[in-house]
């Protein structure tokens, strides 16, 4: 397959795997802009005995999974140069259309630099303060954006936008009365703007201000389409108002249970005697919920009501494969709590993931995992503890895996970088999965601003992130980078609990522009 001179391409892992009744490997190679691609599975044997079956079934788990990975691509940005194509005697229209343009593809800095040269031209054009608005927000200017909103509300305070946006700057700048204030601007202006209602809500909700918090978010719930994140949020108000009955009825569908406190919301929610057919419904409703916000642009803003998602991801995740379990699809339940407990690192996850090892006679699997779901913590720690002893040589076997299992939690989501910055320095990122574990997107958030620069170098790396099935959903991750002593490490930072998802202040973008 040849590739065009502007695609970056991010080709999947290569797989291999030999076993005395089996090989199967994979590779995928992009050069020159050419994809070759080789898949190989050869049998030797017509069947196994019995007690093979947990091997070859981890075999065939392997080799099935990867039929499933996709390759993913991006159009590279243009070169630093390219503002220095438009020429100084461009006209106002023309720079505006390649700052659009620049602010379709997500080059906001250049897209920046365009609408304000436009703008220097021509300050009367409409909406064009709003757009570089967006442009500042997404280039993580925010005290920048915040000023361009004023200026378009002030050329046009009736703008149908700008209000919502300038409230999630302001928000997101923590002057909350400022935000609360704009958020309730832009409702007057537009009283069916669901975003606005949602984020106020949620804000409201993080203030206690429970009686204003429920009036947003029952009108955030009760327009299209569903979103589990005000069902959630609005379940706790109504806990904390006494008003149980809407609050069980509320979170029953998103946990399949009806606790909404508690450190641990995973445990209620992978009971043993759930109803399989239901869960997998209401796990599934979630994920097409989460994927059409994020098909809908909703989440292109990587603000935290983005990366408070994937706290309802993770649970859906696991709903999905204890449920598979509980109807002995062992290989797909596998799939899908391997993949809750990489993005959650929840000690109930695990333990599941331990009894599904331990089923299938992978022993020493099922040890580690234990090890590791008493590591984590959570409700069922000291069920992990046990059921650990249970599986251990001896007592100070069982004590040496649980004593390495923390060290373990920590290699597992930590990948080695060169030396980015050779001066002790950390900062903080967002990094965005598609389908692959190489990011697509990685966005600076804070701390030294000198390794504002490794974004580059960490769109290449292959990090620890796994999707069971081929969704709308991607994977958005908080990341801490650190250098010391020349060398440099990149620790991916657990999701919150999912109970814990209307603690943060939760903003989302309008899907699009009008």
Not at 188 to 214: C, V, Y
Not at 231 to 255: F, I, N, P, W
Not at 445 to 456: K, P, T
């Amino acid at each position: 397959m040849e590739i065009p001179a502007n695609f970056s391409l991010a080709t999947p892992s290569a797989v291999r795997m030999t076993r005395d009744y089996g090989d199967y490997s994979s590779s995928y190679v992009a050069t020159g802009g050419v994809l070759e691609a080789e898949r190989h599975l050869v049998l030797k044997v017509n069947e196994l005995p019995a007690a093979r079956r947990a091997d070859y079934g981890s075999f065939r788990n392997v080799a099935s999974s990867d039929t499933q990975q996709v390759l993913t691509c991006s159009i590279s940005s243009p070169a630093a140069g390219a503002v220095a194509v438009m020429k100084s005697d461009s006209t106002a229209e023309q720079l505006n259309k390649a700052g659009e343009a620049a602010l379709e593809r997500r080059d906001f800095a250049t897209a920046a630099e365009l609408l304000k040269r436009s703008l220097e031209k021509d300050p009367a054009q409409k909406d064009l303060w709003y757009d570089l608005g967006r442009a500042y927000a997404a280039a993580n200017r925010h005290n920048d954006a915040v000023a361009a909103f004023r200026k378009q509300l002030e050329a046009d305070a009736y703008h149908p936008h700008a209000y919502g946006e300038l409230a999630i700057e302001l928000q997101q700048q923590t002057k909350v009365e400022d935000a609360i204030a704009a958020y309730r601007k832009q409702l007057e202006i537009d009283p069916g703007d669901r975003s606005s209602h949602k984020n106020l809500g949620l804000l409201l909700a993080q203030l206690n201000r429970d009686k204003d918090a429920q009036a947003e978010l029952e009108t955030a719930a009760s327009l299209p389409p569903d979103d589990p994140e005000i069902k959630m949020a609005l379940a706790r108000v109504y806990e904390r108002t006494g008003d149980l009955e809407k609050s069980q009825a509320l979170m029953k569908t998103v946990t399949g249970s009806i606790t909404t406190s508690g450190p641990d919301i995973y445990s209620g929610a992978l009971r043993d005697n759930i109803d399989p057919n239901q869960t997998q419904r209401e796990a599934r409703q979630t994920l097409d919920s989460i994927g059409d916000q994020f098909d809908s642009g909703e989440f292109n803003r990587l603000g935290p009501s983005a990366v408070s998602s994937m706290n309802l991801v993770a649970l859906a995740w696991a709903r999905l494969g204890w449920a598979k379990f509980l109807q002995g699809e062992t290989l797909e339940a596998m799939q899908f709590l391997n993949a809750a407990w990489a993005l959650s690192q929840s000690g109930t996850v695990a333990n599941r993931l331990a009894r599904v090892f331990e089923k299938e006679g992978q022993r020493e699997k099922a040890r580690h995992m234990y090890a590791l779901a008493v590591a984590a913590g959570g409700a069922e720690i000291e069920a992990s503890r046990q059921a650990l002893a249970k599986l251990a040589a001896t007592p100070d076997s069982a004590a040496q895996e649980m004593a390495k299992a923390s060290d373990d939690l920590h290699q597992a989501r930590t990948i080695s970088l060169g030396a980015v910055s050779s001066s002790t320095a950390s900062a903080n990122f967002i990094l965005v999965f598609d389908s692959s574990n190489k990011p697509e997107r990685v966005e600076f958030a804070d701390g030294d601003a000198s390794l504002n620069s490794a974004a580059a170098q960490l769109r290449q790396k292959d990090f620890p992130v796994k999707f069971p099935d081929v969704s709308s959903i991607k994977l958005i991750r908080r990341a801490r980078l650190a250098c010391a002593q020349s060398k440099c490490s990149m620790e991916l930072l657990p999701s919150e609990p999912a109970n814990s998802v209307d603690k943060a202040a939760s903003v989302s973008a309008p899907a699009v522009k009008p």
